[in-house]
């Protein structure tokens, strides 16, 4: 599963109301963040990988 965070386009690694692989808590801004079946675009360990 990927969570994309809206304002930057850019896919991480992760589901929305969890952290990104990076390490990006999504419930601090929850309305950024959506799931999606996208490629994963960030390129920070912990979601590259
Ligand atoms: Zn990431």
Request: with cysteine; charged share 20%; glycine share 14%.
């Amino acid at each position: 599963m990927a969570v994309k965070h809206i304002p930057t386009g850019e896919v991480h690694k992760g589901t929305k109301g969890g952290k990104t692989g990076c390490g990006v808590n999504t419930n601090l801004h929850s309305s950024h963040w959506q799931n999606t079946l996208e490629r994963i675009t960030c390129a920070k360990n912990g979601c590259k990988n």
